[in-house]
């Protein structure tokens, strides 16, 4: 066995990296000397540093309940670690990144129990005996050995590779509920990712707790009334990251151009790679973000809760130009908020209608909707907070009434959410100025420092090209992302908007191509490091997505392949396959 100082050296060592969320080298590749029993023993110099940081211990979780991870490791048996207070993710909360390196997703089912259980000769039986209930559980596991370069003793060492964990709220008693035979399936950003059953761990999830049971009675250790016992995964992992569903991505950004709803759909698709167009629609039904003009007259998908707010503190500038374009178009305020109410009765309890048959609807109650104005109303009934766009129907905008489709309001005072709308601008589209914050939202000068000045250190400055900038003073000191990386954008994507300035992420002599004639609308682009280098266009055909691809620089025919191996993402989303002109 190693020694002692090693032993608290290699402890401390992984303390602090999962303390400044910092990866460290596999233990292995520098000690291969250390055995299994070095690896607890390091495990509880963790534990030891955390608990006196003031954690608890709350259970234990198991580990390597699986064939295919035993085998991956080299193991015939099971690891075990300890799960503490602060690792627990009550139902329905968040759980911030920040706290994480290289997080995982699986299913498993928890253990509450009853009354002591020790080993030896615990079996399944008796530790079902002892148990109070099972409950469905979700593990997020986490490594602080880089890239998760693991071997036994590294995740032994690296408490079982835990990070935190979420119970279900409906627990059954183990005398009515078949554990072998219950079926677990672990859905990510809305599609069903993995599923399995008790039988994939150990053959019985009690047989876990019993393996467990017996283990720590060999160290006079017992398990005791109301410890909490995760039995090892029932599925694979899956790797999950910041914004994971359609809600993540649009609450990250604070909202995101859709004014083309094709670019805003696969503006969330190429964010979320495990998603499919109907995924992306799918999340939208379920009102995991909703459409209106909340900034610059322009309709954005924005989170739900937030568009009333939003609304009155940005789309408010809207409305105060919109008497002088009703007088443009012929209509008076008295019409308009007529408007409002024969839209608000149309769609009460819970209706939805095409952008035609809200039209519809106005006519026959006898407003003017000639040119221009059915359209202007529908976008005033949506300023005014009554209406939202839902998803399309068809091809066709669809409306609802937005308390429908956003029962829950937040409602931050207007310092609140000024610094809201910085943080998450900066957040999403730093480093960048407080002339384009100001661009981005349309609010004042004045409104834009009190935001940054409220945010406070939650925002920083740095120089970028001699110009102070401002980003999110988490992401400063983030190690940077490989460079070498490709990307198919969409023309209307927020990498392009909110900027007056483009310089970092295109040249001047482009702008001409990526926006015709200086009309606003912006064609599709692939970036690479960074960079534009081309635009694209898409033709959907019921056998093939066929794509032009116009580059702005000479490409090798390696970064032509490159170029096309970028798009293929975007094939997949719309579920074709792929067909590229240079």
Known sequence: MADETLIRDLGDELWEAGRTATPVPPLTERHPELVIEDAYAIQSVTIGRRIADGAQIRGRKVGLTSR????????????????????????????????????????????????DLAGPGVTAPVALAATAGVLPAVEIVDSRIADWR?????????????????????????????????????????????????????????????????????????LEPGD????????????????DTVAGVVEWFG??????????????????????????????ERREAVRTWPMRGTVHLVPPADARWMLD?????????????????????????????????????????????????????????????????????SQKGVTCIAPNIGKEQSFVLLDDWAPRANRPDRDEGLSIIALRYFRSHGPATRGDLARWTGLPMTDVKAGIAAAGEQLTTVRVDGTDMIMDAALADAAPESSDDWVALPGFDEFMLGYKDRSMMVDAAHMDAIVPGGNGVFQA???????????????LGTKAVTVSLLPLVPLKPAEQRRAEAALKPYATFVGLPLQVRF
Not at 180 to 185: F, G, M, N
């Open 228 to 243: 909490v016992l995760l039995s090892g995964a029932c599925t694979r992992a899956v790797p999950v990251s910041a914004g």
């Open 525 to 539: 682009t692939i970036v690479r490091a960074g960079r534009v280098v081309a635009t694209w266009k898409r033709t």
């Open 68 to 115: 295919p991870m035993q085998d991956l490791l080299g193991v015939d048996e099971p690891d075990y670690g300890v799960i503490l207070d602060d690792m627990l993710v009550e139902d329905g909360d968040e759980i911030g990144l920040d706290r994480l390196l290289q997080p995982r997703v699986e299913a498993e089912m928890a253990f509450v129990m009853e009354r």
């Open 255 to 284: 909202a995101m151009q859709a004014q083309d709803m094709a670019s805003g759909l696969w503006s969330l698709g190429v964010r979320l790679p495990h998603c499919t167009l109907d995924d992306v629609n799918a999340a939208l």
């Open 313 to 381: 503190l940005m789309g408010v500038r809207a409305l105060a130009g919109a008497a002088k374009r009703r007088a443009t178009i012929g209509i008076d305020e008295r019409t308009a908020d007529r408007a409002v109410e024969v839209l608000g009765d149309a769609l009460a309890g819970g209706g939805r209608m095409t952008r035609a048959q809200c039209v519809a609807a106005l006519a026959d109650a006898g407003v003017p909707v000639a040119g221009q104005q059915g359209y202007h109303l529908l976008w005033y009934a």
């Open 150 to 222: 693991i071997r036994l003793v590294d995740t032994v060492a690296d408490n079982a590779s835990s990070g935190a964990f979420a119970l279900g709220n409906s627990s059954g008693h183990p005398d009515r509920l078949d554990l072998p035979a219950a079926r677990c399936q672990l859905v990510h950003n809305g599609r069903l990712a993995f599923e399995g059953s008790g039988a994939d761990v150990l053959g019985d999830p009690a047989a876990a707790v019993a393996w467990l049971a017996n283990l720590l009675g060999e160290r006079d250790v017992a």
